[in-house]
């Protein structure tokens, strides 16, 4: 079983920065590749970005490549998302999510999310 809980969200104008932080429970983190997701209003979920369980492997949505960066830290259970040159069409709602099996950017595989936290970015 795994918990996890995001944190970071907040108002920002364009160009600007976040960190998005997603804290695990479970003594079993290492195992999971993780994931970050998000969901703009009014838009199904989309994938952002995932890391695989080593932090050797990385893959981004075309609509971040070059702005976004995931991270993890396995002694910590914490995975990050930092996000630079941000515009307004990143308003969403950030999930984070862990998937046992897969590095994957398939929603329906990951097997743990967390409540989400709010990104909003000003024009």
């Known amino acids: 079983q795994v918990q996890l809980v995001e944190s970071g969200g907040g108002l920002v104008q364009t160009g600007g920065s976040l960190r998005l932080s997603c804290a695990a429970s479970g003594r079993t983190f290492s195992r999971y590749a993780m994931g970050w997701f998000r969901q703009a209003p009014g838009k199904e979920r989309e994938f952002v970005a995932v890391l695989s369980r080593d932090g050797s492997f990385t893959s981004y949505a075309d609509s971040v490549k070059g702005r976004f960066t995931i991270s993890r830290d396995n002694i910590k259970s914490s995975v990050y998302l930092d996000m630079n040159s941000l515009k307004p069409e990143d308003t969403a709602v950030y999930y984070c999510?862990?998937?046992?099996?897969?590095?994957?950017?398939?929603?329906?595989?990951?097997?743990?999310w967390g409540q989400g936290t709010q990104v909003t970015v000003s024009s």
């Open positions: 999510a862990a998937n046992l099996l897969h590095t994957s950017n398939r929603e329906g595989e990951y097997d743990y």
